[in-house]
């Protein structure tokens, strides 16, 4: 029996942070200000906290200004709306995130289309996601970004392959078969309802599994010596008693000797995100100061 290979995304991930450095510094140097990102959370959800407090501490490790703005989960719409008018208007700001899920009373559309296009380092504003269904220049959501390096970290060229997404999504799923139409792959995105999920998915050289329900896709579904992305990032019971664990969306121990690749949960998908996160912020910044974006990031 064959085994294949975990893909390092925390390792991935780490390098790209220190590439990002040198090319922050670069920026410094031209505009005399370094690029600034700006987090808004939103009441005490402890995992959004957790993420908020790592996206602080990683933007100022590669040498960025980060502006956090922690409001009740009280809030209501008008005063967040306000919020994000003043950030659109803060010369010292390049990007600005809303950390998702919001409240259950807030719009969270009408929040992220009240965020300026130029400064969306999520990608999540209509503008960005149009431009990148039509093949524009576009802030590209994290996630969806992440995967696509290390797949073609991965694999080289992807032309030609057939992927299937499982999940639909704005924010992983549709854009992440965006980028792989982008790069020519033969696309499926499959959901809750498509029938026959696993002979679907053992069609593909390529899967993403971003559905949110704990080890769903099983070893067997998988074609031999495909590439599986794993998005999923559940909390589960653990095997001791009162201990909680993270697993994906793919049952890996069983998948491990079909594939070719797969990203562990965690220490795959997740570590990109924000290290993606960052290389927007620094696009974001060099566009608004009419600087070339830079190249192979
Ligand atoms: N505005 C946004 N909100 C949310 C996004 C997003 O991209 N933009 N994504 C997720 C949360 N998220 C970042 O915000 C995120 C999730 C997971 C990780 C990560 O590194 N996970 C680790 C495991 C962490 C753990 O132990 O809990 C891993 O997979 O190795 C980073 C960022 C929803 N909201």
Redesign the pocket.
Known sequence: MTIGKLIDG?GFAAGLRVQLTDHIIDFVAKTGRKPGLAVVLVGEDP??A??VR?KGKMTVEVGMESFEFRRPASISQDELLELIEELNGDPRVDGI????PLPKHLDEQAVIAAIDPAKDV?GFHVINSGRLAVGLPALV???PLGCLMLLKDELGDLSGLEAVVVGRSN?VGKPMAQLLLGESCTVTIAHSRTRDLASVVHRADIVVAAVGRPEMIKGEWIKPGAVVIDVG?NRVAAEEEGKTK?VGDVATAEAISHVRAITP???????M??AVLLRNTLVAACVRAGLKAPEGL
């Open positions: 925390k995992a959004s957790v993420y790592s995130l809303v950390q998702l999520d959501p994290c996630t924010i990032i993270i949960v965690p220490g795959g998908v997740g570590p995100t924000i």
